[in-house]
């Protein structure tokens, strides 16, 4: 093999990279945010709503869960703005990443909820709190402790996957990546660089999931460790 | 412009075949690979141990499309220059053994400490305590969430179509080309997903259940 490793184009290039993986924090962050709100209420309602609303929700899941996030981005970018609804790439972005995350963080968080026994719910109602405290202190604080560690490796994929939106052009990391590589040939390279990068990009995001839910649950703190 | 017609869709269900054979050779490298994976994971040795769970973090920390990427752009500018399908099905086996590795390690180590005992006492030698003591039990544990990931094997598969595999997505973008129909033709590239992937999670399903039952 005489292949000629090459990461010049990094001392130039290198602003690219980090607008890149800037925009890709951006998008991640707002998308997980929003998306554990959706699934959030979504969770509550298959778990507590009444049978006419729970149909609507369980087809959201199960049509999200069985379809590919890249269709799903098609279908948002593509075909909405063939309807005439035109949004840009990365608002596009950002609403099928949130509905994608909407459909797993439900699954997620209707199993925490479902392991809320049905006594601290009526010793909540003997202490005499109102129903949204209820819902806040009883069920969803001590319901997201106890699926924290598949809900933080789902934000760690949606960060991942999140690369996939590339594809529409919006201007994260994986697109900078195929930028700078259509402008050098240093393919191989290039995407080496942005694997690194992603890969730090998860481990930091691991570690600030650990450290939020250390603030969020500190009744107890069988968490797991930082990485 | 092409008015969309029954051909476009007879084009849509024969690129899912090669979606189905691309989930067959992602699935069946990533079982070969994974399974090597899993066991070099619960391996005595401790330097195995590390090797096999530095790639399960390499993988899940890259995402996917980089790992495609760099197998068929990457590759071929080495002058490896593979064709779509082999860059596409070994960036699937590699990605799908990380997680299969870790999910056959967690079935592993649920059979219980005293079976290996029990078959220490009898004799059995490393080998098969393998084959006839622990794996036959970890494999019932393992065939639900088995069955789930191959869920994501198909939807992942999807992203073969940026390094210009023709499967699925890539023949709805091909079929899009040429009719502009984007809504109506990527409902039904979902759909066909769904065809695929929903059979397969009701498997998982009614799986775990079974397993749960039999407790």
């Not at chain 1, 087809?59 to 799903?72: D, F, H, K």
């Not at chain 1, 797993?104 to 601290?120: N, P």
């Not at chain 2, 390499?58 to 779509?84: A, D, H």
Request: charged fraction near 10%.
């Amino acid at each position: 093999m005489n292949y000629q490793f090459d990461f010049s184009f990094l001392a130039e290039r290198w602003p690219d990279f980090v607008a890149g993986a800037w925009l890709t924090v951006q998008l991640t962050v707002v998308s997980i945010a929003l998306g554990l709100l959706v699934g959030t209420v979504c969770a509550l309602i298959r778990v507590y709503g009444t049978r006419w609303m729970k149909a609507p929700v369980g087809v959201y899941v199960e049509l999200i869960r069985n379809t590919p996030l890249l269709v799903q981005i098609f279908i948002v970018y593509f075909g909405l703005s063939s309807l005439g609804l035109k949004l840009s790439a990365e608002v596009s972005a950002v609403i099928a990443l949130v509905v994608n995350m909407g459909a797993y963080t439900t699954e997620i968080m209707r199993a925490g909820i479902q392991s809320i026994q049905r006594t601290q719910l009526e010793a909540a109602d003997c202490l005499g709190l109102t129903r949204l405290q209820t819902i806040i202190h009883v069920v969803l604080l001590p319901a997201m402790e106890r699926v924290y560690p598949a809900l933080s490796s789902q934000f760690v994929l949606l960060m991942l996957a999140s690369s996939i939106t590339s594809q529409i052009s919006a201007e994260e990391l994986t697109a900078t990546a195929n930028l700078v590589q259509s402008d050098t040939y240093r393919s191989f390279e290039v995407y080496i660089v942005v694997a690194l990068v992603y890969l730090v990009l998860s481990f930091l995001y691991r570690f600030g999931f650990w450290l939020i839910g250390l603030m969020l649950f500190q009744r107890k703190r069988k968490l797991g460790t930082a990485l | 412009m092409i008015q969309l017609n029954a051909n476009h869709f007879i084009y849509l269900l024969q690129a899912a075949t090669w979606t189905l054979l691309l989930s067959l050779i992602a699935f069946v490298g990533g079982s070969i690979v994974g399974l090597a994976v899993a066991l070099l994971r619960v391996s005595r040795v401790r330097a195995l141990r590390a090797l096999a769970s530095g790639y399960i973090q390499l993988i899940q920390g890259t995402p996917l499309l980089i790992i495609l990427f760099l197998s068929y752009f990457g590759l071929g500018i080495m002058g490896y220059k593979l064709v779509p399908i082999v860059a596409a099905g070994l960036s699937l086996t590699f990605y799908a053994a990380a997680f299969l590795g870790e999910i056959w390690r967690g079935c592993i180590e649920a059979v219980p400490k005293t079976q290996w005992e029990a078959s220490d006492c009898l004799g059995l030698n490393r080998f098969q305590q393998y084959a006839y003591v622990v794996l036959p039990q970890a494999v019932k544990l393992a065939i639900p969430p088995t069955v789930g990931f191959m869920v994501q094997i198909v939807k992942n598969t999807s992203l073969a179509s940026v390094i210009g595999f023709v499967e699925l997505a890539r023949a709805g973008q091909i079929v899009n080309n040429s009719t502009f129909e984007p809504f109506v033709i990527f409902i039904v590239v979902a759909a066909i997903y769904f065809a695929l992937c929903y059979p397969l999670s009701l498997a998982a399903r009614a799986l775990e259940r079974k397993a749960h039952a039999g407790r």
